[in-house]
């Protein structure tokens, strides 16, 4: 990939081109939206929808009316992409949104901005409200790091090869859940995480945001008694460097020490520094390994 530089608004280079603009929607309060996303769908000569019945139910609202409402979602986006590329090549300003909050995130405008950047064209974040960070502030967990996972795949054994992957993670884990999927996703974050912390967020900004924060067990019981509704924000604690630690000591206890030995050889480690190494994780002296392998 070759070096490329966008400068949004100081040098508009005379190319013809118009612009893609990413604008964030409101994800449950009408009041989320800003008045530059108004501004900006308000320029543009087209917008493009993931669900183009409730944006106009948007634009209403704003008293917005585009030149053109396009569809672009999952299921066309393979078509669709690619013409309203030729639109913005052609000269015209494209404001994409989503559903609810800023697009691009979990939803195909990824794709769209991918084909943008490779055709030179500018785009431009227009920020708002996100459903994920609004949790994570609202947690009461870390936020000096964390790491935005999304929605997690249907089938169980893929579940759960991402959730071991972040087993380890230091950083506070964000997760989308629809209602019907909660309490199955909770008990696979309890299967391979344990019993952690957790916070489930439900309805941002709208009128029955809730926040529910305990254990991954706690939390499973509320869900017995307070049948799951409305989409979800998991907002789920990293683990600590001390079990971070635990767990890299602990990797070899179920080898014998010549099998804790052929490990490092098997790395290219010479016989005597895979010995030393060996001692060095078992917290004995190297004769103590020596001797056990004569």
């Not at 704003?62 to 913005?88: D, T, V």
């Not at 307070?226 to 602990?250: K, M, N, R, W």
């Amino acid at each position: 990939m070759s070096l490329t530089r966008q400068s949004s608004f100081q040098e508009q280079p005379d190319n013809g081109m118009g612009s893609l603009y990413l604008v964030a929607t409101p994800i449950g309060n009408l009041e989320d939206m800003t008045f530059r996303a108004i501004r900006t769908l308000k320029e543009c000569d087209i917008i493009a929808a993931e669900d183009t019945r409730q944006t106009r139910k948007l634009l209403t609202h704003f008293e917005i009316s585009p030149q053109m409402l396009f569809s672009y979602h999952e299921h066309n986006k393979a078509a669709s992409g690619p013409e309203l590329i030729r639109y913005i090549i052609e000269g015209k300003s494209l404001a994409l949104v989503s559903d609810a909050g800023l697009p691009a995130i979990s939803d195909p405008g990824a794709d769209l901005v991918k084909l943008a950047v490779e055709e030179g064209i500018p785009v431009i974040p227009i920020p708002g409200a996100n459903a994920a960070l609004s949790a994570l502030i609202a947690s009461g967990l870390p936020t000096g790091r964390f790491t935005f996972i999304g929605f997690l795949p249907r089938e169980r054994k893929e579940v759960e090869g991402i959730l071991q992957s972040f087993r380890s993670s230091l950083g506070t884990l964000l997760f989308y859940e629809s209602p019907h999927r909660v309490i199955k996703t909770l008990n696979a974050i309890q299967d391979v995480f344990g019993n952690r912390k957790v916070v489930l967020a439900r309805e941002l900004t709208k009128r029955y945001e809730e926040f529910v924060r305990g254990s991954v067990e706690e939390c499973l019981e509320y869900l017995q008694e307070h049948p799951p509704q409305g989409e979800y924000c998991l907002v789920v604690e990293g683990t600590s460097i001390q079990e971070e630690q635990e767990q890299l000591s602990a990797w070899w206890k179920d080898l014998t020490i010549e099998q804790h030995v052929s490990h490092y050889e098997a790395e290219g480690l010479p016989r005597k520094e895979a010995m030393k190494k060996t001692a060095g994780d078992r917290g004995v002296s190297k004769r103590d390994i020596y001797n056990a392998l004569i």
